[in-house]
């Protein structure tokens, strides 16, 4: 079965640092998304990407915060410059024009030190 | 916008024992609901949805959830537990049209089965 694939699995980084996250959606799919959870905390939506644009994001998604779909396979995520509130387990998703479903991929775990 | 509600964080059962995991969700209009599963340090898997249509649906791994319009629930259950069950469910509304879903989550449900 088709599957988001999601790089790096864990990352430790230092406050401060840039930090990219990488996505592979499933082939077919259009919309992108990027959600997180912090530990302990509900998943929450951050982004969403369609058609080489942010469609929508949460107030979460501030400057810090930018996606990219830098050729036709990747999706990427980057953190401009990490805090410590930073730390979470980054999820992306992505869906195809119809049927209502969207896939999430392993997760990337960051964490800021 | 759209809300979830689970009441229960953490739930301990038997294993062969029967399982209700409860959800209430807020919406304005008809909704698409989810549950995904999230076994320690993986991803979330779909357990099955609601669109439309037979408000009883059957997901994977024998789960199956029950769309109550009336009482804007979306209970999972399971007639009998096995210990890989053992996991945190989520409980999830969208919002969206055509491909496009924006998911709300529940806090999460953790599932404990013992001998």
């Known amino acids: 079965e088709p599957e988001v694939t999601q790089t790096p699995s864990h990352q430790v980084t230092q406050m401060g640092q840039e930090v990219i996250l990488r996505c592979v959606p499933i082939?077919?799919?259009?919309?992108f998304y990027w959600y997180r959870q912090i530990l302990g905390q509900k998943v929450e939506f951050l982004v969403s990407?369609?058609?080489?644009?942010?469609?929508?994001k949460s107030e979460i998604f501030d400057d810090q915060f930018s996606v990219e779909r830098p050729d036709g396979s990747n999706f990427t995520l980057k953190i401009r410059s990490t805090k410590l509130e930073d730390s979470a387990m980054y999820f992306c998703?992505?869906?195809?024009?119809?049927?209502?479903?969207?896939?999430f991929g392993e997760g990337s775990w960051l964490t800021v030190v | 916008a759209q809300s979830v509600t689970q009441p229960d964080i953490h739930i301990t059962v038997s294993e062969g024992a029967s399982l209700e995991l409860r959800c209430n969700y807020s919406?304005?209009?008809?909704?698409?609901l989810f549950w995904y599963v999230q076994s320690p340090g993986q991803g979330l898997q779909l357990l099955l949805k609601y669109f439309s249509g037979d408000t009883l649906v059957q997901g994977i791994k024998g789960f199956e959830a029950e769309f109550k319009r009336s009482q804007s629930s979306f209970n999972l259950r399971k007639p009998s537990v096995h210990w890989s069950d053992a996991a945190e469910y989520f409980c999830a509304v969208g919002a969206g049209s055509g491909g496009y879903q924006k998911v709300t989550f529940g806090i999460g449900t953790k599932l404990q089965v013992i001998p």
């Open positions: 990407f369609y058609n080489n644009e942010i469609s929508e």
């Open positions: 998703a992505s869906s195809e024009t119809s049927g209502n479903t969207i896939y």
């Open positions: 919406y304005g209009a008809t909704p698409y």
């Open positions: 082939s077919n799919h259009l919309y």
